[in-house]
């Protein structure tokens, strides 16, 4: 690449971010980190000022005081760092010529509005975020269509299928793909054991290592299940087209299939640095910044198929991926808010499918929602969850 990439990480102190900074610290010959972002946790953004020297710097968490002391802070190494406090910043940044390069890695709904701009504004969006292609798909792939914005998975099982489709096959050849899931933690736990999971019992993720809600999700395949939506928006699928499987190595990281029965995969060690590289460097790639496979040493892989009534959230996955609509708003939302009570020990692990059911099953479906009214199906989603468990 001649020309040096500018990138904004937005959800900089997660786990997706923090990976996004290390990737971009082994990539200075082609990239610089211009804006940095997170809600809240304002000592490991400090330290990530210091560390990338960025022009910008944004903390969302706004109604609070420790962030308007932060505002006023100055970082010594990098004392021409400018501070904002709110989201509207951070619509600014990425929507302006500095930034080339948007990777989304904000947690769940409040990632949707800064994707939707980048994507307007014709920007790479190397998105980590599946919650906004859940909850609105339609419009940020329709917008990034007409401004020419790339939106490149981030995620492990989308890059997997984004690499496997460049290698070779066209569109009109493919059977359908195959996303790999790993089962989550409690996938060897009796069905009838499953509702008296802990919370930490549901975090203790068996290959990744990643944020409390993505892991929670992980253990119900709720995560597989948007998973399902994110791939129908990616790649312009109809949902009999995506297949999942168990691979409980978490080696094989999705693969797709053509119609002469030719498989062809994507492998390598479970390391999110890989994924975050290759939506930077597309379509080039460059060297490793993550473990390679050793070869040295014997490996199986295994696969089977999902057991529906251990998951039944991959049912709901299948049901919005091929309804639409309003619905990913609702199941997004809706599973957003139980995760929450989970983690706050207020529901059993086993009620998260059950409320994300009734509440799917009892909204008003409207089949092409503007952003206003995905919004405000959020609300009403998380409210009918509140209500779910006060009506318990
Ligand atoms: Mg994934």
Known sequence: MSQIRNVAVLGSTGSIGRAAIDVLGRMQHSHRVTAISCHSQLQLLEQQIAEVTPTHAIVTQSANAESQRWLSNTNERSPATKRYVGSDAINAIVTGDEVDTVIGAIVGIAGLESAYEAAKAGKRLALANKESLVVAGALIMQSAQESGAEVIPVDSEHSAIFQCLQSCGRKSELKRIILTASGGPLRDWPIDKLEQATVEDALAHPTWQMGRKITVDSATMMNKALEVIEAKWLFGLESEQIHVVIHSQSIIHSMVEYCDASVIAQLSPPDMRLPIQYALTYPQRDQASSPAMDWSVPMRLDWKPVDPERYPCLQLGYE???????????????????????????????????????????HHFSPSPSLTELLQLDRWSRNEVQNWITGL
């Open 320 to 362: 919005v991926a091929a309804k639409g609509g309003s619905c990913g708003a609702v199941l997004n939302a809706a599973n957003e808010a139980c995760v929450e009570l989970f983690l706050d020990r207020k529901i059993k692990l086993t009620d998260i499918a059950k409320i994300c059911r009734s509440v799917l099953n009892h």
